[in-house]
């Protein structure tokens, strides 16, 4: 029997309530657009999300992505009914220590799909956690995969984001009917209406992109209701419910007037009597506002009771599959553990003095073959990034056909980053995405969010320096590396560099890094590449220390009077000038760090036995000196880097032109004595 509307709308008052009374008690968050969304989110929790309250984490539960996180207190308030969050931890909003954090932060047990905040972001991450859903369909055939759907909740500061279009070409390009994407269209956003920044017909434009498009009142719980079950019912198509939305359903102002569809109830507390009246006006006590009314509590508990019913079937079809599929549902299950998957390196076979975007290719070549569960993407560079080298054995997905393991994600590198995320965020599968270097730029606030939610996202950058040459300065990294070894300064919230940032010196080096990239079940890692080939370091070097982030390569002379140090090609640039160096009798120690953040994580006395303090040292780097400057002190040595934005030339010309050369190594190491 459905659920009579009074009791939908009484529930959907206490989440404005709760909502409302949280920012209000943490003088500072955003009730009106909270309180506009609470009809949707209600209806969707109490009559359509299909999770066990019981497992959290399991592998088949609907999704729900939050964009907007600054509704933080309408998830909180919809969480709380749900039975995720006490009255008494929502009413700690923002507070230190508290679960309820400002914006919401990733935690599956808790109900809370994904870290939100930078608008537009959350709901890609729907979109590649769809993807995920369609390719763990496929791969294993169970049918928990097909039946699950992945709901998006956007609002109008989504739709603006640029990203926007990206995660609705992609999803209308693949035909994601398992995504259901909520539009909170309240005319309203920070400090204008929306009508000042934005005069589109959205349903046409998401019609246009190929998505089946209704348009309601959001805040009446029949017509949502009707949409769910419409959307849910659509095939081939992903599907947009434009919810016409009230920003600050219900509030009212001190002298007791509307205090609806106003900018300032977006991010400041209602405060003082208009606090008052508005709770009194949903039918809450000010006095005593975190309460779940008792019929309220009994739709919920009604909830529980049939998701327990609809859950058992669930587990049925998932048990029957198994049974007749056992060996995959083993693996699934690995799958599904988080685990490294196991990889024999040996099969690698690497080209001598290869470039190390092609020596990754190898890597890749084998990834596709011994990891089933790895999705890997390109924005639309797959022959030049060397993603080809996965793609060669697998097909690309495609509408109707998630039989593949590639993402085609057209020139989205944001949009791509992103929906890796949301497939991490799914779980069951491990993302990788390529690009070129410089276009880091375009990824950098996924690589954040990738790094704050300790995804183990793989991000290949090839293209990696000023060696791209004949492309000029448009396409020239320099200051990226820097920025992005940032990001191994950062720690996370368990004390981890936030990133693991690779960058080998050889190809048979491309091989260790892809190993540690992997093995790395708790962070993203980058992978910095470089297009041109590379001379292999020299004969006998022990390639395993590279796991220690930095290390003496072969062939360096004990008690040195000079240590050179590079990541990456200068490496092998550094190995030619200590050859010149050391026809003049200097003894020279060359070091390959493809991580100052791993290295930095090593004893101090590992560290001391590499680089000992007080013995000259001499930096080499195609990005910014800062680069390393970290590892080679100003009063021990110098660091030969790039200072500008590149120039267009062949690359052998411009390492002429910029000195980075052996015989400038040679000059510059010179005078350090
Ligand atoms: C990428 C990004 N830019 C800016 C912001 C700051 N910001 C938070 S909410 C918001 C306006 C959002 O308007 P809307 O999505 O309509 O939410 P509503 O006001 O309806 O609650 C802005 C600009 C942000 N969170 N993320
Ligand atoms: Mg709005």
Not at 128 to 134: N, P, V
Not at 360 to 371: D, H, I, K
Request: with cysteine; aromatic share 8%; glycine share 10%.
């Amino acid at each position: 029997m459905k659920n009579p509307i009074s009791v939908l709308n009484h529930a959907a008052d206490n989440i404005r309530i709760l909502a409302a009374s949280a920012v209000e008690k943490a003088k500072s968050g955003h009730p009106g657009g909270a309180m506009g969304g609470a009809d949707f989110i209600n209806v969707l929790y109490s009559e359509y999300l299909t999770y066990d309250p019981e497992n959290p984490t399991w592998a088949g539960r609907d999704r729900f992505f939050l964009d907007p996180g600054h509704m933080a207190p309408m998830l909180y308030g919809e969480l709380c009914l749900s039975g995720k969050y006490s009255l008494e931890e929502l009413a700690n909003l923002r507070q230190w220590g508290s679960p309820t954090t400002g914006h919401p932060e990733f935690d599956i047990v808790r109900g809370v799909e994904n870290t939100s905040g930078p608008l537009g972001q959350g709901h890609a991450y729907a979109v590649g956690a769809a993807i995920a859903a369609k390719f763990l369909a496929a791969r294993t055939g169970n049918p928990t995969f097909a039946k699950e759907t992945v709901y998006a909740y956007i609002s109008d500061g989504g739709v603006q984001e640029e990203i926007s279009q990206g995660a609705a070409r992609i999803a209308g390009t693949l035909g994601l009917d398992n995504l259901i994407m909520f539009y909170d269209s309240n005319d309203i956003q920070l400090s204008t209406e929306t009508k000042v920044v934005m005069n589109e017909d959205t349903a046409a434009k998401y019609r246009a992109l190929g998505w089946d498009v209704q348009e309601i009142n959001g805040n009446d719980a029949a017509q949502i209701r009707a949409a769910i079950e419409k959307a849910k019912a659509v095939s081939g198509k992903p599907a947009l419910i434009i919810g016409k939305c009230i920003m600050g359903k219900g509030a009212l102002k001190e002298d007791g007037s509307s205090y609806e569809r106003n900018c300032k109830t977006h991010g400041a507390p209602l405060g003082g009597d208009a606090y008052k009246n508005t709770i009194k006006n949903l039918g809450g006590d000010p006095e005593n506002p975190f309460v779940i009314f008792d019929d309220v509590k009994e739709l919920y508990a009604k909830r529980a009771e049939e998701l327990k019913g609809i859950v058992a079937a669930r587990y049925a079809e998932e048990k029957a599959w198994a049974a007749a599929n056992s060996d995959k549902a083993v693996q699934l299950a690995g799958w599904f553990s988080g685990k490294a998957p196991e990889i024999d390196w040996t099969k690698v076979v690497q080209k001598d003095n290869d470039a190390t975007r092609s020596a990754s290719a190898a890597c890749l070549g084998q990834l596709a073959e011994q990891v089933p569960n790895m999705i890997c993407a390109s924005a639309d560079l797959s022959n030049s990034d060397k993603t080809d080298g996965f793609l060669k054995k697998t097909t690309a997905f495609q509408a109707g056909d998630f039989s593949g393991a590639f993402l085609q994600a057209g020139v989205a590198e944001l949009t791509m980053a992103c929906c890796c995320i949301g497939m991490a965020l799914h779980g069951g599968v491990i993302p990788a995405c390529g690009t070129f270097f410089v276009f880091s730029d375009y990824m950098k606030p996924a690589v954040r969010m990738a790094a704050l939610m300790e995804l183990p996202v793989k991000f290949i950058w090839t293209h990696d320096a000023f060696r791209v040459g004949e492309d000029g300065p448009t396409h020239e990294p320099v200051e990226q590396e820097a920025q992005i070894r940032l990001m191994e300064k950062l720690k996370n919230h368990h004390g981890r560099n936030s990133v693991l940032v690779l960058r080998p010196a050889d190809a048979r080096e491309t091989t260790e890094a892809w190993a540690l990239a992997m093995a790395n079940t708790a962070t993203p890692t980058a992978l910095i590449l470089s297009r041109q080939n590379i001379v292999n370091l020299p004969e006998g070097n022990d390639y395993s220390q590279a796991a220690k982030g930095g290390y003496i390569v072969a062939g360096s002379d004990a008690n040195p009077d000079v240590i050179l140090v590079a990541s990456g090609s200068e490496v092998s640039t550094l190995e030619a000038g200590a050859k010149l160096l050391r026809a003049d009798g200097r003894k020279v120690r060359v070091v390959s760090v493809p991580s100052e953040g791993l290295f930095r994580s090593q004893s101090k006395e590992y560290q001391q036995s590499v680089l000992p303090a007080g013995v000259k040292k001499f930096g080499m780097t195609a990005g910014l000196p800062v680069t390393l400057q970290g590892l080679v002190p100003e009063a021990e040595g110098s660091v030969w880097g790039l200072e500008s934005f590149g120039f267009s030339a062949p690359y052998k010309v411009l390492d002429e032109k910029l000195g980075f050369t052996a015989e400038n190594v040679y000059q510059q190491v010179n005078k350090l004595f």
